[in-house]
């Protein structure tokens, strides 16, 4: 059943997409002609408001052909009709991040705290929902206390018990299991939820963590600093999101919008095929007067653009299908 829930997620992230391309191209009055999620055959398709919608055989993306090959429509209509749909991926990624934080998320307890029966904190009294005051003199951080615990000299704890403040003092074993010094000592976690105000902020602050890991990912595999091998393609989104389906709505939520986010900036890059792609002809037509872009300059770009392109995509799926074997 999963997998059908992550097909369907991604089929929702393309056609947000594809939605984006219908309602730009709509409101300049410029004619769609096809809106299709999928390419090749048209298993499904039908007319409605002088458009013809289908879905096609092969579900890796979709496509919306317009007719706006008239000198009529101006460059730069055509540029925010081309931007339209990456610009709805990554809107609806803000949506999922914010969407995260409204239906809550798991957080550590920044004092509350769980003891491991047996353990040196154990041992020293601590017992679990004690709260964790302060660290040899210091206000209470993880941090701090993880520093403590690592030297491997005795650390000194102000807790709260009860109303009561106490005093105790642990020393840290070293554990070959885990190859560190350990204390017993273990944060609690709990689900927090967000008003709006504040899960928009939030959601805008990990959308902007998750695009600088794009981009910084996109850098190293650009030069040579992370292998190839890390690319990842459809199966691999698919087996994500079915995952992510069986851990919960906020997995679900995050992962669909770190996908969206991916689809938005991928598709902003300047290759045929892709709306970045397109983009960078319209402008070219645009700074010389409304002229179009000569023939055989297209032609190269094509090439080229889809040959780097069709490369990354064999690149995916055969680093997919070494995964499942």
């Given at each position: 059943?999963s ?10 992230l393309?056609l947000?997409h594809?939605?984006?391309h ?10 769609v002609?096809?809106?299709?999620i999928?390419?090749g ?11 013809e919608?289908?879905?096609?055989l ?6 919306v ?8 429509t101006?460059?730069w209509q ?6 339209a ?5 990554l809107l ?7 969407a995260?934080?409204l239906s ?7 004092k ?5 029966p047996?353990s ?10 004690d709260?964790?005051l ?6 209470f951080r993880w941090s ?9 000299k ?6 709260l018990?009860?109303g009561?403040g ?14 560190r ?6 944060l609690?976690?709990?689900k ?11 959601g ?13 990912t ?11 091998r ?5 199966i691999?989104s698919t087996q994500e999101?079915q995952?992510a389906v ?6 679900l ?5 770190f996908i969206?986010?991916?689809?938005g900036y991928?598709?902003?890059l ?7 792609g ?10 010389r ?5 000569p023939?055989v300059?297209r032609?190269?770009?094509n ?8 490369a990354?995509?064999l690149i995916?799926?055969?680093?997919d ?5």
């Amino acid at each position: 059943m999963s997998i059908f829930v992550a097909l369907a997620i991604l089929e929702l992230l393309i056609l947000a997409h594809e939605l984006g391309h219908f309602i730009a191209a709509r409101a300049f009055g410029v004619r769609v002609e096809t809106f299709s999620i999928g390419f090749g055959p048209k298993v499904l398709k039908f007319r409605c408001c002088d458009t013809e919608f289908a879905v096609s055989l092969i579900p890796l993306g979709g496509y919306v052909k317009t007719a706006n090959e008239s000198p009529d429509t101006p460059p730069w209509q055509r540029i925010v009709i081309a931007l339209a749909g990456p610009l709805m991926n990554l809107l609806l990624a803000v949506i999922c991040f914010t969407a995260v934080y409204l239906s809550g998320v798991v957080i550590p307890d920044s004092k509350v705290v769980k003891v491991l029966p047996g353990s040196p904190a154990y041992e020293a009294g601590i017992k679990s929902g004690d709260r964790i005051l302060k660290v040899n003199g210091e206000p209470f951080r993880w941090s701090l206390f993880e520093k403590a615990v690592e030297s491997g000299k005795e650390v000194k704890l102000t807790i709260l018990r009860d109303g009561k403040g106490l005093s105790v003092t642990l020393k840290p074993v070293f554990m070959e299991k885990f190859h560190r010094r350990i204390s017993g000592v273990f944060l609690n976690y709990r689900k927090v939820s967000y008003p709006l105000p504040e899960a928009l902020k939030k959601g805008l602050q990990e959308y902007a963590k998750l695009s600088a890991l794009f981009f910084k990912t996109l850098y190293k595999l650009a030069t040579g600093k992370v292998s190839l091998r890390s690319i990842g393609g459809p199966i691999l989104s698919t087996q994500e999101l079915q995952r992510a389906v069986h851990q919960g709505i906020t997995a679900l939520l995050l992962y669909a919008g770190f996908i969206s986010l991916q689809l938005g900036y991928f598709n902003l890059l300047p290759l045929p095929v892709l709306d970045g792609g397109a983009i960078l002809l319209h402008l070219a037509e645009a700074l010389r007067g409304g002229r179009p872009v000569p023939a055989v300059a297209r032609a190269v770009f094509n090439l080229i653009g889809l040959a780097l392109l069709a490369a990354v995509v064999l690149i995916g799926l055969a680093n997919d299908l070494k995964r499942l074997l």
